[in-house]
T-cell receptor, first 113, second 116 residues
Framework: GDSVTQMEGPVTLSEEACLTINCTYTATGYPSLFWYVQYPGEGLQLLLKATKADDKGSNKGFEATYRKETTSFHLEKGSVQVSDSAVYFCALKDGGSQGNLIFGKGTKLSVKP | GAGVSQSPRYKVAKRGQDVALRCDPISGHVSLFWYQQALGQGPEFLTYFQNEAQLDKSGLPSDRFFAERPEGSVSTLKIQRTQQEDSAVYLC??????????????FGSGTRLTVV
């Protein structure tokens, strides 16, 4: 079945460091891909999305490119801030499904001043 | 409302007790999903409603879990005879249309259930 694998955390960075969180997927169809973020004490929020190959999703300085050839959707940010500390989830929605998302296990990011 | 509202925010249940978790989606949203998030894990799909119709319940882990959305708005997830393995955060999400789910949807803050 469909699945998402993302890098294990926790990840600890200093402010202004570069961030990459790896995400790869397995899907039978042509999925849409998402990154969700969960700040401490809050619900999941959609960070960015891409619905077809080579699309780049971007928001709040974060970017991810849908790479069909490597089945990847890595999350990147050039300069992280303390306020980016959160848990990040990679997810996919298979094109043939009703709409339920399949999530990775999450990667906890801590940014130190 | 402005967002997806879930209640209670926290629930402690004794093993064997029945619980009911409520989700109030954004007004007018057609699609509604329930997810279960165990500690340190990603959310896992439980069930999906389109208006009042439960179109997919393949993720419900046992027949102790039951969900309903009788009028196509508020939804209730009921867990009978709770077990310790039911301890998790239960998340509700909704979207305006069926097509819109392709573009992501809005989650509530969840109900943290602890079975003791």
């Amino acid at each position: 079945g469909d699945s998402v694998t993302q890098m294990e955390g926790p990840v600890t960075l200093s402010e202004e460091a570069c961030l990459t969180i790896n995400c790869t997927y397995t899907a039978t169809g042509y999925p849409s891909l998402f990154w969700y973020v969960q700040y401490p004490g809050e619900g999941l929020q959609l960070l960015l999305k891409a619905t077809k190959a080579d699309d780049k999703g971007s928001n709040k300085g974060f970017e991810a490119t849908y790479r069909k050839e490597t089945t990847s959707f890595h999350l990147e940010k050039g300069s992280v801030q303390v306020s980016d500390s959160a848990v990040y989830f990679c997810a996919l929605k298979d094109g043939g499904s009703q709409g339920n998302l399949i999530f990775g296990k999450g990667t906890k990011l801590s940014v130190k001043p | 409302g402005a967002g997806v509202s879930q209640s209670p925010r926290y629930k402690v249940a004794k093993r064997g007790q029945d619980v009911a978790l409520r989700c109030d989606p954004i007004s007018g949203h057609v699609s509604l999903f329930w997810y279960q998030q165990a500690l340190g894990q990603g959310p896992e799909f439980l069930t999906y409603f389109q208006n009042e119709a439960q179109l997919d319940k393949s993720g419900l882990p046992s027949d102790r879990f039951f969900a309903e959305r009788p009028e196509g708005s508020v939804s209730t997830l009921k867990i009978q005879r709770t077990q310790q393995e039911d301890s998790a955060v239960y998340l509700c999400a909704s979207s305006l249309t069926v097509v819109e789910v392709t573009y992501g949807y809005t989650f509530g803050s969840g109900t943290r259930l602890t079975v003791v």
